[in-house]
């Protein structure tokens, strides 16, 4: 069956950084653009990054831009995002997508907390 699991959250205090993956299992992983979204606290749900199939095209969100990398290995089926200068405002539960076409899968998300 279809899964995304992502891991790699955690608590790290302002200006530090962390490493999430998502690993993909159920589907063809590199048919599917990878999409890293979040939602903070009384917040509505954001979009962190993207990454085409193939790794070539990137996107990010502004108030990411800069601070944030996506990337993927399609030999491993994972899709990772590189945090770096995080800010307590990064606060969320970080969720992984995968989509294609009408196809569209969510991972159950992993908290990121930045304490200040």
Do not use: H
């Not at 989509?99 to 930045?114: E, I, K, N």
């Amino acid at each position: 069956q279809v899964q995304l699991v992502e891991s790699g959250g955690g608590l790290v205090p302002a200006g530090g950084s962390l490493r999430l993956s998502c690993a993909a299992s159920g589907f063809t992983f590199r048919n599917y653009a990878m999409i890293w979204y979040r939602q903070g606290p009384g917040k509505e749900r954001e979009l962190v990054a993207t990454i085409s199939n193939t790794g070539l095209n990137t996107n990010y969100g502004n108030s990411v831009k800069g601070r944030f990398t996506i990337s993927r290995d399609n030999a491993k089926n994972t899709v990772y995002l590189l945090m770096n200068s995080l800010k307590p405002e990064d606060t969320a539960v970080y969720y992984c997508n995968a989509r294609w076409a009408r196809d569209t899968y969510w991972g159950q998300g992993t908290q990121v907390t930045v304490s200040s």
